[in-house]
Nanobody
Framework: QVQLVESGGGLVQAGGSLRLSCAVTGRTFSNYAMGWFRQAPGKERDCVAAIGWRGRSTRYADSAKGRFTISRDNAKNTVSLQMNSLKPEDTAVYYC??????????????????WGQGTQVTVSS
C-alpha cells in the first residue's frame, strides 16, 4: 500500500515563505512523476507544480512561476515545494500526488493515482 505524507504547511504572512515536503512510503515504483496540487474553498483542485522522474522535467502554474520551486530526492522518495513571496491567494489545502509509470511531469489530476491527505497553507495579508 502506498502512502503519501505531507508536512510543512502552516500560517504565514504575505511575502513570507514555506517549504512543503511529501514522503512516499510503502510500495515502490520503477519510475513515477510527482506533483503538488492545491484546492481553495469553493474551487477545483489544480496543479501548482509537477516534476518528472529524474527531476529534469518540471512544470508550473502561471501563478507559481518565479515563486515556487519543486524538487525531488529519489533516494529518499520525497518531493518538496519551496514557496516564496507568498500571497493571500495562495491560501489552500495543498496535496502531493504520485503518477506511477510516468517519466515526464504530468499536469492532469486524472493522471495521478496516489494522493496525500493534504496540508493547509494560510497566507495572511
Amino acid at each position: 500500500q502506498v502512502q503519501l505524507v505531507e508536512s510543512g504547511g502552516g500560517l504565514v504572512q504575505a511575502g513570507g515563505s514555506l517549504r512543503l515536503s511529501c514522503a512516499v512510503t510503502g510500495r515502490t515504483f520503477s519510475n513515477y512523476a510527482m506533483g503538488w496540487f492545491r484546492q481553495a474553498p469553493g474551487k477545483e483542485r489544480d496543479c501548482v507544480a509537477a516534476i518528472g522522474w529524474r527531476g529534469r522535467s518540471t512544470r508550473y502554474a502561471d501563478s507559481a512561476k518565479g515563486r515556487f520551486t519543486i524538487s525531488r530526492d529519489n533516494a529518499k522518495n520525497t518531493v518538496s515545494l519551496q514557496m516564496n513571496s507568498l500571497k493571500p491567494e495562495d491560501t489552500a489545502v495543498y496535496y502531493c500526488a504520485v503518477a506511477s509509470g510516468y517519466n515526464s511531469a504530468r499536469w492532469l489530476s486524472n493522471e495521478y493515482d496516489y494522493w496525500g491527505q493534504g496540508t493547509q497553507v494560510t497566507v495572511s495579508s
